[in-house]
């Protein structure tokens, strides 16, 4: 499988502290982005990094990306409890410039 | 307007129901998508429209069938489903050119099939 794999599956901090999660993923890429996900409902896009960019910023959202271990990462600075959701990461799929492959995806808990 | 809207929003059907869901969007994406997920799963490919044409199924029973009768909609026509087709479906679009394919996602439609 092209899936990509991402930890932890699941995440439990307080509101205030800053969140990581991590990606890793198996083939070259011309991209990889990140998408939130609220239960039940539809992915929201979050941030794209390209391949020769090695950190991207976006509020108070900050991913790496390190092609050489063919891995990224997500940190949420001070976070909210509105930022609880699931967090997957994707990239694209080398037999079509259509294709998101999306990793396995973290779980995100803010408590109050 | 930037919102990709799906219809229904659930959806109960017996297996030898036939129905249809819908989605629509008014950015100009010429690639549109639908995605089966299950709970706590990522999304799953099933079919991808570029240009009003199917350019991609991903191996998908023939008990879903997909149609795109213009740029903005989107259809996925339900016939003879099983329990286990029960899922969040999930209606995208995007652009098809520069290399970036952030992709926008409808709401989805909850699915039981019984």
């Known amino acids: 499988s092209q899936q990509g794999e991402e930890d932890p599956q699941a995440l439990s901090i307080q509101e205030g502290e800053n969140a990581t999660m991590n990606c890793s993923y198996k083939t070259s890429i011309n991209n990889l982005q990140w998408y939130r996900q609220n239960s039940g409902r539809g992915l929201v896009h979050l941030i794209l990094i390209r391949s020769n960019e090695r950190e991207k910023h976006s509020g108070r959202l900050r991913v790496t990306l390190d092609t050489s271990k063919k891995s990224s990462s997500l940190l949420i600075t001070a976070s909210r409890a509105a930022d609880t959701a699931s967090y997957f990461c994707a990239t694209d799929a080398l037999d079509s410039s259509y294709k998101l492959i999306f990793g396995s995806g973290t779980r995100l808990l803010v408590r109050p | 307007d930037t919102e990709v809207t799906q219809t229904p929003k659930h959806l109960v059907m017996g297996m030898t129901n036939k129905k249809s869901l819908k989605c629509e969007q008014h950015?100009?994406?010429?690639?549109m998508y639908w995605y089966k997920q299950k709970a706590k799963k990522p999304p799953e490919l099933m079919f991808v429209?570029?240009?009003?044409?199917?350019?991609i199924n991903e191996s998908v029973p023939s008990r879903f069938s997909p149609e795109c009768p213009n740029s903005s909609l989107l259809n996925l026509h339900l016939h003879a489903l099983q329990p286990e087709d029960s899922a969040l479906y999930l209606c995208?679009?995007?652009?098809?050119?520069?290399?970036?394919?952030?992709?926008?996602f409808g709401p989805g439609t909850r699915l039981t099939v019984l």
């Open positions: 950015m100009g994406h010429r690639a």
């Open positions: 429209y570029s240009y009003e044409k199917l350019s």
């Open positions: 995208a679009s995007s652009h098809t050119s520069g290399g970036r394919n952030e992709q926008f």
